[in-house]
């Protein structure tokens, strides 16, 4: 819903006098503009100035609410408290009301704080939030209004401008460790690299002195990609009113900020709002606060968007849009009171865009007179907002001047104590700036509690039960699909022969964490039935419309709840929120599945700067899981490959360094130096061990598993129960069992792979009767790399040359990553061959026959033995 705004006559930076003109000749009772559409500003030659052909800017820095019956709307209710809060819209406040009082104080702090900043470290980045100082006491007008409808969990998200005066006036965090930030001597106490203290987030749970309440508020943190941190922070709101049973969004909720050129301009706030009203999705509203400075870097309005508002993005979900300007603080606070209680009574999303100006370049080094120069001369005879405000109450009588100048100074002396308090500090403690702790799940100085992992294995009765659940309908008078009965009817005699596929190991592997009463959470396009038609963890009723069956909620009495949900056709903002998600407690299982494992890069930025550097950056530890399908199979260059090299490639071991193979628990303690687990496991048993072990681990990693496609129905590929009995593990690597590991001395080749490839190197080595000559040795667990168990292969066949055997082309895929390593394992005692396709600009070919060339050919490469001797 949009709110028409009404224009002044002057220019932007004039609003002010424009406001004081309009009041001295209204009734006192009435703040509504009157409508007015006479344009008699010259032209100039900055859009900021001249506006569009419409004088946008100048209609939109100086407009008031008015009118909203003009709004875009379908609901009744939405217009009639529209219509109550603006028939007259902002009443004024009456001279001397202690709300101008309580005002006044909350505005000086923002202004004071920025001030104070920049007396102490002028040349330094800060990102200030000069010409918006309002914010803060708009931010705080939100959370008291909420709190006063009973939310008593906030969370939020936000860019870099502001950021660390938000954290200091409206989180609360302590002033001494925002200033320790700025010394360059300080020493880093926190493993992993850090952030620019911009970035950072913070958790702090304290009383609303307002509602005297209890309120907890999360800011979280955030990379400079700007909005990328959104889909995040819902995610997370809709994982603490998961746990908390808040189902209507009552008890938490979440604040988001913007800049106006973001907001406009990147498309994940798109894709955000679309999962805004999503069944499994929603957070039953999210206030947004567009911090609209008219400007973006050095980019002007008309550059930046083809929309008449910044805001209209916020249209698709028919938001209200509230547009203020942020000279009126007044003004600003009744809004902000009115997006809340919409909020609160609604719960949908709501817009409020405090039209204001930035005071400085994009940082405090920057020159904005380059680019903007008519704009910032217009911006250096501005006084700020709220020190305006505060000389129009001495002038009013509402305060007097030693009042006033009592109260600023309360709040430098405040500063300079912390500052010197912040000298004290020698050591920077990222992990004080957590946004998300765990309590209990670690010690008190946030280690392990162990570092060892218990078998991931079940008794069979557990199997069994899971079995047969999946295999049947726990629903009476329920009609399936006559295609998935014989699904189900295979299901049940797998069972039977102690056997699974990979659904059904799936299957049994969340069936039995629900039972230890871990919630899991799958979500992605089509997860529901499976890309490939293989999972069909939802049935539906084929003669009722809507009803549907999860039988894996049917598992036990007292079991987790399993939550299996279709996204939008997202991948970006759908992964953004299952990160978020799984942010909120280490005890649940949170994976989201690509389509197919290429679409995951159109989500790179989630997976580049949350997931991959996440804990080095922020302290995070975060369990994600993502499973990506892959294999080469003829289907073309965008259905063949999740691009396993770039995970690879951004994994944090040293590729020329042995580890210390003796070293307890080592296998252990890889696992928790490593930034994140890559995986390709080739059979079903395995791929049941590691999802156990993503829970069982007394620490959590991001787990990366590439999926199969077509050996998710290969005959081969089963595994028996014996291998997911009590007492089995996860195998980082499977060694070759066959007539070559009986005779290891004979075998003149052995061959390394991961994945799918195993099945057609074993069946060509069948066919070419070569088992007692070569030996295939899996790699299941890529990184951490598993150097011990590797030494072992090598060692055990003296006699044989090494080589890497692959589908994907020489510059993709494993090589690259596995050789060095390899080498470094074996002391760069032997070389180690390529088998596999040659170097590519596509992940495959588009042509069956080239691709089935291309197989032969690389397993002709594979198993002649004499191929590598002219490189000798």
């Not at 994009?362 to 704009?375: G, I, S």
């Not at 989630?606 to 530890?621: H, L, M, N, T």
């Amino acid at each position: 819903f949009h709110l028409r705004t009404c224009a002044a006559k002057l220019r932007p930076l004039t609003a002010s006098q424009t406001v004081k003109t309009f009041s001295q000749n209204r009734p006192a009772a009435a703040r509504t503009f009157q409508q007015i559409r006479c344009y008699s500003a010259p032209v100039a030659a900055e859009p900021f100035l001249s506006g569009t052909s419409s004088n946008y800017v100048e209609e939109m820095y100086c407009a008031w609410l008015e009118n909203p019956k003009s709004v875009h709307k379908d609901s009744m209710a939405w217009t009639s408290l529209t219509s109550t809060r603006f028939s007259t819209c902002p009443p004024p406040l009456s001279s001397g009301d202690r709300n101008q009082h309580f005002l006044c104080g909350r505005s000086s702090v923002g202004w004071r704080f920025e001030e104070f900043l920049q007396r102490k470290w002028s040349s330094e980045k800060r990102f200030g939030l000069e010409g918006c100082e309002v914010l803060i006491p708009a931010l705080k007008t939100i959370i008291d209004k909420s709190s006063e409808n009973g939310v008593d969990y906030v969370i939020m998200g936000m860019p870099h401008r502001g950021r660390l005066n938000v954290l200091a006036n409206v989180i609360r965090k302590e002033l001494e460790q925002i200033f320790c930030q700025f010394d360059s001597k300080l020493e880093a106490a926190d493993e992993g690299s850090g952030d620019v203290k911009y970035h950072l987030g913070m958790y702090h749970r304290r009383i609303n002195r307002v509602t005297d309440r209890n309120i907890t508020l999360s800011l979280v943190a955030n990379p400079s990609h700007l909005e990328a941190a959104d889909p995040v922070v819902m995610g997370k709101t809709k994982a603490e009113q998961f746990y908390c049973g808040d189902t209507e969004g009552k008890k938490v909720m979440s604040i988001l900020l913007h800049g106006d050129a973001a907001f406009a301009g990147q498309g994940i706030v798109y894709e955000t709002f679309h999962l805004s009203d999503l069944p499994s999705y929603t957070t039953h509203g999210t206030v947004h606060v567009v911090v609209n400075n008219q400007i973006g870097f050095t980019t002007d309005p008309r550059m930046a968007r083809s929309s008449p508002y910044p805001t209209d993005v916020a249209r698709v979900v028919n938001a209200p849009i509230f547009h203020v300007n942020s000279d009126d603080p007044e003004a600003v606070m009744y809004v902000c009171k009115v997006a809340a209680e919409w909020r609160s009574t609604f719960h949908k999303d709501v817009v409020v865009d405090l039209v204001c100006y930035r005071r400085n370049g994009h940082n405090e080094m920057d020159e904005p007179m380059f680019t903007q120069p008519l704009m910032y001369k217009q911006i250096r005879k501005q006084k700020p907002v709220l020190q305006k405000y505060a000389e129009l109450l001495v002038s009013q009588g509402v305060v007097n001047q030693p009042e006033y100048e009592e109260e600023i100074s309360k709040y430098d002396k405040i500063c300079e104590e912390a500052f010197a308090r912040s000298k004290d500090e020698k050591i920077l403690h990222i992990k004080h700036w957590l946004d998300s702790p765990w309590p209990g799940f670690f010690t008190l100085d946030g280690q392990p509690r162990s570092m060892s992992c218990p078998s991931t294995g079940l008794t069979e009765d557990i199997l069994t039960h899971i079995g047969n659940v999946a295999s049947s309908v726990p629903v009476e008078n329920f009609t399936i699909h006559g295609g998935l009965s014989r699904i189900l009817k295979t299901r049940g005699e797998m069972v039977k022969n102690r056997t699974v596929d990979w659904a059904l190991a799936e299957y049994m592997a969340f069936g039995s964490l629900l039972k230890e009463g871990i919630h899991i959470r799958l979500s992605g396009q089509d997860v529901e039935r499976g890309t490939f038609s293989h999972r069909h963890h939802v049935l539906h009723d084929q003669n009722v419309d809507k009803r549907t069956c999860i039988p894996m909620n049917h598992l036990w009495p007292n079991q987790a709840p399993y939550t299996v949900c279709n996204s939008s056709l997202s991948e970006y903002g759908v992964l953004g929120f299952e990160l978020g998600f799984a942010m909120a407690s280490p005890n649940a299982l949170v994976l989201w599945e690509a389509q197919f494992g290429d679409f995951h890069n159109t989500a790179q930025c989630i997976i580049d700067q949350f997931i991959c550097p996440g804990q080095a950056k922020w302290v995070r530890q975060n369990g994600i899981v993502l499973l990506l399908p892959h294999g080469m199979e003829g289907m073309g260059p965008e259905h063949s490959s999740a691009r396993p090299e770039r995970f690879l490639q951004m994994c944090n071991d040293d590729p020329d360094v042995l580890p210390d193979l003796k070293e307890a628990n080592f296998d252990i303690n890889q696992l928790y130096d490593c930034n994140w687990v890559v995986v390709n496991c080739s059979t079903p048993g395995n791929f049941f061990h590691v999802l156990r072990r993503q829970i069982l681990l007394p620490f959590r990693k991001p787990l990366i598993i590439f999926t199969p496609k077509s050996l998710l129905r290969h005959p081969e590929a089963r595994s028996s129960f014996d291998e997911m009995l009590p007492g089995t593990h996860f195998q980082r690597v499977i060694p070759e069992d066959g007539p070559a590991a009986q005779n290891p001395e004979n075998v003149k080749r052995l061959l390394f792979c991961t994945g799918k490839v195993y099945y057609d190197l074993t069946r060509e080595r069948k066919a070419r009767d070569m088992v007692g000559q070569v030996a295939i040795t899996r790699i299941e667990q890529l990184s951490p790399f598993p150097f011990d168990l590797l030494l072992k292969e090598v060692q055990k066949y003296p006699n044989a040359e090494l080589a890497w055997c692959q589908e994907e082309h020489k510059n993709q895929g494993y090589y690259d990553y596995v050789k060095p390593r390899l080498r470094t394992t074996i002391s760069r005692a032997k070389p180690v061959w390529y088998a596999g396709r040659d170097p590519a600009a596509a992940p495959a070919t588009g042509n069956k026959k080239t691709h089935l060339t291309e197989l032969q050919r690389l397993l002709d490469t594979a198993f002649d033995l004499d191929v590598f001797k002219s490189f000798s």
